[in-house]
T-cell receptor, first 109, second 114 residues
């Protein structure tokens, strides 16, 4: 049970911002939200994580709603290399990641 | 920094045969994970090691799967005997320790059981 809900697929134009939503309405107070992505034929790659504040790093921004029931991963200027499956994961202690089926993001030229 | 190394990258065996996969984590990473990823699904954790001790093996099919991490560095995952439903990509990941947030994944071994 992945315990998060993501759209199965999304498209975005190259150079535009890609906004990937995730619903985690039953998240516990001590659970973080993690985002990983998996490019074809590669292992998953960590993108970002957060607890309740918005976070930004060199790859993406993570916006978490005030009630923590949902979040959005933002890739500010998507490139063709961002085409991948994106996984939103909620996890508490011991780094146990339960992957769902994720969102297949396709960046179109 | 060298990444997580796995071998072989591909393996084809017949059902009821045995197979072993090898993983070398990032140097200094105390925690090591094995995942199974069936086509079209997300990875599923099979076993987690902290140094050479098992932290979680609740989803490891212990009647046919075994894993070890001798000396707290390299790890091997074995399947004996293999079934058709074991066809999947087997991913190894490592992290600095259990409490760190980022897992680093290797490229995986694609197993096909015929």
């Amino acid at each position: 049970d992945a315990k998060t809900t993501q759209p199965p697929s999304m498209d975005c134009a190259e150079g535009r911002a890609a906004n990937l939503p995730c619903n985690h309405s039953t998240i516990s107070g001590n659970e973080y939200v993690y985002w990983y992505r998996q490019i074809h034929s590669q292992g998953p790659q960590y993108i970002i994580h957060g607890l309740k504040n918005n976070e930004t790093n060199e790859m993406a921004s993570l916006i978490i709603t005030e009630d923590r029931k949902s979040s959005t991963l933002i890739l500010p200027h998507a490139t063709l290399r961002d085409t991948a499956v994106y996984y939103c994961i909620r996890s508490g202690g011991a780094q146990k990641l339960v992957f769902g089926q994720g969102t297949r993001l396709t960046i179109n030229p | 920094e060298a990444g997580v190394a796995q071998s072989p990258r591909y393996k084809i065996i017949e059902k009821r045969q045995s197979v072993a996969f090898w993983c070398n984590p990032i140097s200094g990473h105390a925690t090591l994970y094995w995942y199974q990823q069936i086509l079209g699904q997300g990875p599923k954790l099979l076993i987690q090691f902290q140094n050479n001790g098992v932290v979680d093996d609740s989803q490891l099919p212990k009647d046919r799967f075994s894993a070890e991490r001798l000396k707290g560095v390299d790890s091997t995952l074995k399947i004996q005997p293999a079934k058709l439903e074991d066809s999947a990509v087997y991913l190894c990941a490592s992290s600095l320790m259990v409490s760190t947030y980022e897992q680093y994944f290797g490229p995986g071994t694609r197993l096909t059981v015929t």
